[in-house]
Protein backbone atom coordinates (compact mmCIF):
# COMPACT_ATOMS: atom_id res chain seq x y z
CA UNK A 1 0.00 0.00 0.00
CA UNK A 2 1.19 3.36 -0.85
CA UNK A 3 -0.14 6.96 0.06
CA UNK A 4 0.27 9.73 -2.04
CA UNK A 5 -0.45 13.30 -0.92
CA UNK A 6 -1.03 16.35 -3.23
CA UNK A 7 -1.77 20.04 -2.50
CA UNK A 8 0.14 22.16 -0.18
CA UNK A 9 2.35 25.14 -1.02
CA UNK A 10 2.37 29.07 0.01
CA UNK A 11 -0.10 31.04 1.37
CA UNK A 12 -0.84 34.16 3.33
CA UNK A 13 -2.17 34.20 6.97
CA UNK A 14 -5.78 33.89 7.01
CA UNK A 15 -5.79 31.97 3.60
CA UNK A 16 -7.21 28.84 2.55
CA UNK A 17 -5.32 25.21 1.14
CA UNK A 18 -6.47 22.02 0.73
CA UNK A 19 -4.50 18.41 0.66
CA UNK A 20 -5.69 15.10 -0.34
CA UNK A 21 -3.71 11.89 -0.12
CA UNK A 22 -4.77 8.81 -1.71
CA UNK A 23 -3.61 5.68 -1.12
CA UNK A 24 -3.26 2.44 -3.71
CA UNK A 25 -2.07 -0.97 -3.84
CA UNK A 26 -3.43 -3.98 -1.95
CA UNK A 27 -6.78 -4.08 -0.31
CA UNK A 28 -7.30 -1.43 2.00
CA UNK A 29 -7.77 -2.80 5.45
CA UNK A 30 -7.59 0.08 7.81
CA UNK A 31 -10.14 1.66 10.26
CA UNK A 32 -8.89 5.67 9.61
CA UNK A 33 -6.94 7.64 7.85
CA UNK A 34 -5.25 10.30 9.62
CA UNK A 35 -3.37 13.72 8.99
CA UNK A 36 -0.11 14.58 10.87
CA UNK A 37 1.95 17.31 10.53
CA UNK A 38 5.44 18.11 11.74
CA UNK A 39 6.97 22.33 12.12
CA UNK A 40 10.94 22.44 11.67
CA UNK A 41 12.34 21.05 15.22
CA UNK A 42 9.27 20.30 16.89
CA UNK A 43 7.86 16.38 16.97
CA UNK A 44 4.96 15.31 14.51
CA UNK A 45 2.18 15.82 15.62
CA UNK A 46 -1.89 14.78 15.08
CA UNK A 47 -3.89 17.30 13.27
CA UNK A 48 -7.30 15.11 12.61
CA UNK A 49 -8.19 11.60 12.82
CA UNK A 50 -10.90 10.16 9.60
CA UNK A 51 -12.72 6.64 10.81
CA UNK A 52 -14.12 4.91 8.19
CA UNK A 53 -17.58 5.75 10.43
CA UNK A 54 -18.35 7.65 13.07
CA UNK A 55 -17.05 11.26 14.27
CA UNK A 56 -13.88 13.02 12.77
CA UNK A 57 -10.99 13.83 15.64
CA UNK A 58 -9.37 17.01 15.40
CA UNK A 59 -6.48 18.43 17.36
CA UNK A 60 -7.60 21.43 19.22
CA UNK A 61 -5.50 23.66 17.69
CA UNK A 62 -7.26 23.08 14.17
CA UNK A 63 -10.61 22.90 15.19
CA UNK A 64 -12.96 25.02 14.11
CA UNK A 65 -10.51 26.00 10.78
CA UNK A 66 -9.56 22.47 9.39
CA UNK A 67 -12.28 20.02 8.12
CA UNK A 68 -11.56 16.36 6.92
CA UNK A 69 -13.65 14.10 4.83
CA UNK A 70 -12.98 10.76 3.43
CA UNK A 71 -13.62 10.34 -0.54
CA UNK A 72 -16.30 7.88 -1.25
CA UNK A 73 -14.33 5.12 -2.34
CA UNK A 74 -12.50 5.46 1.08
CA UNK A 75 -9.18 5.07 -0.06
CA UNK A 76 -8.54 8.80 -0.42
CA UNK A 77 -8.71 11.46 2.50
CA UNK A 78 -8.73 15.38 1.92
CA UNK A 79 -7.94 18.25 4.43
CA UNK A 80 -9.46 21.55 3.50
CA UNK A 81 -7.56 24.25 5.69
CA UNK A 82 -9.48 28.10 5.99
CA UNK A 83 -8.01 30.71 8.37
CA UNK A 84 -4.25 29.52 7.97
CA UNK A 85 -2.00 30.80 10.68
CA UNK A 86 1.57 31.14 10.83
CA UNK A 87 1.91 28.41 12.84
CA UNK A 88 0.39 26.12 10.75
CA UNK A 89 3.46 26.03 8.81
CA UNK A 90 4.85 22.06 8.38
CA UNK A 91 5.15 19.41 6.44
CA UNK A 92 1.52 17.56 6.57
CA UNK A 93 1.62 13.42 6.38
CA UNK A 94 -1.44 11.03 5.53
CA UNK A 95 -0.92 8.11 7.60
CA UNK A 96 -2.86 4.86 7.89
CA UNK A 97 -2.41 1.62 9.95
CA UNK A 98 -2.82 -0.77 7.93
CA UNK A 99 -3.97 -3.81 9.76
CA UNK A 100 -2.15 -6.12 7.76
CA UNK A 101 1.17 -3.97 6.82
CA UNK A 102 0.98 -1.80 9.96
CA UNK A 103 2.09 2.07 9.99
CA UNK A 104 2.36 3.73 6.64
CA UNK A 105 3.37 7.21 6.09
CA UNK A 106 2.60 9.40 2.92
CA UNK A 107 5.86 11.45 1.13
CA UNK A 108 4.83 14.75 3.07
CA UNK A 109 4.19 17.92 1.75
CA UNK A 110 5.10 21.52 2.88
CA UNK A 111 2.44 23.45 3.38
CA UNK A 112 3.90 27.31 4.37
CA UNK A 113 2.08 30.23 5.88
CA UNK A 114 3.63 33.69 5.44
CA UNK A 115 3.00 36.16 8.42
Known amino acids: VQLQASGGGLVQAGGSLSLSCTASGSPFHVNSMDWYRQAPGKERELVAIVPNRGRIKYADSVKGRFTASRGNAKNTVYLQMNSLKFEDTAVYYC??????????WGQGTQVTVSS
Open 95 to 104: HIDHLTFGHI
